[in-house]
């Protein structure tokens, strides 16, 4: 049975987050829609530019769902008629407790690994996920050692061949233009960590946004723009600290300087910290960068609550973001998207898709407490994210690395080095998914032609001749 909620609850909407799905949510909650740029802000602008917005700085304690209320760590209960949950992820350590162990999520754990490498001569990113390749990118001055688990470079995003394209351009020299971002996002005043102390776990900032790395001088303690060695198809196996190492007896190897040369050189230095490969490698560096992914924050709300779990470990929710809750919404990374999705669109916890859910879960919140039903939103029609990897602006569509289709398509690629990677995946003459590395100016077309599911079969290798104006042919 529903408890019904008390009347001080009538038209009282809580959202819990102060990420990108949470703020958009309670913006739009509030009736009003502006343009999306992010920025850090304190949280009192929200409440100042929404005078119905109510900031409370506090975690949350329980979820009474029965009671249809919140309890915050302040001690305060509050009492909703909607709620919706948009407390995020957290980055999944590849090892807790261990101080050389650094996880990269929200801007206080991107400053404490700034303050780290300002000492560093080497450290080790382990991941193969956007953060991983941001990072690997920006480093200077320090020798880096990339450990991936896949063949190739940014597994997530992209095939072997847009990762060959990005590759080549980590070795070559970093230009200098830099190019100006602004983004809005809100953060919590009060909350600055004191100096020296380790970055509390529990309390997770929400999720960098694109242009995390903005402003952050990403500078290790050498002379040199960029060393980097990249370890494929191999796991950490074992982190050693400095003396248990020592006790192991074990080697650990050099920086690999020569590419061409494999000859395996026994390091002389020692080192704070020793990470030993599932590929039976062991290098030693001043600090480690787990950069692994995220675990859907769910922990908060679990106790005496019977959420539908996806295997991801989500909020399972409908194709209206509500939870198998009366009353519970959730959006952005807190959620397992459980709907039968457009043939196009796919859940990946991305900020684009976050303030899409955020919007989107808003909308439905309202239309239900005035008993009206509406339509999904046409974001979910096509996967599409814009980011920029390595100074490329990347543009990924539908389908992009061909998700679920099996060995039933086809693939087209165009690519000038240096310049732009084209890939479409093409299926029955239809085109499903593109990846767009550089200035192509093709998204749009390529965007259409998903969409409306035209079939293509005519243009046969046509459709990406450069010489070829190909909106032209489907304006």
Known sequence: MEAAPPPSA?????????????VTCAEQVSKVLEEFDVEEQPSTMLEKRFPNIKVIESGVKQLKSEEHCILTEDGS???????????????????????????????????EFQKQLTKAKRIMIIGNGGIALELVYE????????????????????????????TSELIAEKPEAKIAHKRTRYTTEGRKKEAGTKANASNIGSALGPDWHEGLNLKGTKEFSRKIHIETKCEV??????????????????????????????????????????????????????????????EPFLCGNNFDLGEDGGLKVDDHMHTSL???????????????????????????????MGWYAAK???????????DMDFSFELFAHVTKFFNYKVVLLGKYNAQSLGSDHELMLRCTKGQEYVKVVMQNGRMMGAVLIGETDLEETFENLILNQMNLSSYGEDLLDPNIDIEDYFD
């Open 364 to 374: 439905c919140m309202a239309a239900a407490s005035v008993g009206d039903s509406i």
């Open 237 to 298: 196996k074992k982190i050693y600290l400095q003396q248990e190492f020592k006790i192991s007896k074990k080697k650990s190897l050099a920086f690999p300087r020569d590419h061409h040369n494999q000859t395996l050189i026994t390091d002389k230095e020692i080192w704070p910290v020793y990470v030993e490969l599932t590929n039976e490698k062991i290098y030693g560096c001043d600090f480690i960068v787990s950069a692994t992914g995220v675990i859907p924050n769910i």
């Open 77 to 111: 209960q509050h009492v909703y008629k909607k709620l919706c949950l948009c407390a995020g992820a957290k980055p999944r350590l590849i090892c807790e407790g261990n101080p050389y162990v650094l996880g990269i999520r929200d801007t206080d754990s991107a400053q």
């Open 326 to 356: 009366p009353d519970v919404y959730a959006a952005g990374d807190i959620c397992t998207a459980s709907w039968q999705p457009s043939p196009v669109w796919q859940q990946m916890r991305l900020w684009t898709q976050a303030r899409q």
């Open 10 to 22: 009538a038209g009282k909407f809580v959202v819990v987050g102060g990420g990108i799905a949470g």
């Open 139 to 166: 480093i200077e001055g320090c020798e880096v050692i990339w450990a991936i688990k896949d063949k190739a470079i940014g597994n997530t995003f992209f095939d072997a061949g847009a990762a060959e394209f990005l």
